[in-house]
């Protein structure tokens, strides 16, 4: 069954950090390209990082320099380290597959960033 968990979530200051974790249970993830997504109120759904199963990764030009994308193979996990967050990372974030993402979404976790 499939499944994602995300984790990591919260109010933080402009230009503070966050740590945004997925506990993916997905067949084969090791062989997987994941992403982390993200969804703003009354926007669509975007991209903001992947990762290959190497760990190779892209970013959306929003977020390069800032966040950074990491996986564990063995634990079955995507991680999102996000610093120097601004007022617009504010939204739900989802871990999903990439960049064809299943049908199956998680409740995602919720970042505000607001002084």
């Known amino acids: 069954q499939v499944q994602f968990v995300e984790s990591g979530g919260g109010l933080v200051q402009p230009g503070g950090s966050l740590r945004l974790s997925c506990a993916a249970s997905?067949?084969?993830?090791?062989?997987?390209?994941m992403g982390w997504y993200r969804q703003a109120l009354g926007k669509q759904r975007e991209l903001v990082a992947g990762?290959?199963?190497?760990?190779?990764?892209t970013y959306a030009d929003s977020v390069k320099g800032r966040f950074t994308i990491t996986r564990d193979n063995a634990k079955n996990t995507v991680t999102l380290q996000m610093s120097s967050l601004k007022t617009e990372d504010t939204a739900v974030y989802y871990c999903?597959?990439?960049?064809?993402?299943?049908?199956?979404w998680g409740q995602g976790t919720q970042v505000t960033v607001s002084s």
């Open positions: 997905v067949t084969l993830f090791r062989i997987q390209t």
């Open positions: 999903n597959k990439y960049p064809d993402p299943l049908a199956y």
């Open positions: 990762i290959t199963p190497i760990g190779s990764t």
